[in-house]
């Protein structure tokens, strides 16, 4: 299998992803994500996401009504959704 570096440190990335929280914001409204799979650098501690990861949190983000300060939502069905494959990483 390929491996894949960081983009920061050029070490190379762990092939199995841990379960991390994100913060995220979008239109002034804030976002916490938890249980969201994602490599993690083990030198630098900078995170990658799957991009359906991040796409699934980019979709919760759109459903959530505009009333709303904040929303805290669960990356268990963002897991699920997953393969376990990553196709593309991406940096959020
Ligand atoms: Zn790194």
Known sequence: MEKDFCEYCNAVLPENERLVT????????H???ERVPARVC??????YFSAAA???MDALMKRTKKAIPS???TGDR?????TRKFALLARI
């Open 22 to 29: 994100v913060y995220r914001h979008r239109r002034g409204q």
């Open 31 to 33: 976002f916490i994500f």
């Open 42 to 47: 083990a030198r630098c501690g900078e995170r």
């Open 54 to 56: 991040v796409r699934e």
């Open 71 to 73: 929303c805290i939502c």
């Open 78 to 82: 963002i897991a699920a959704s997953l």
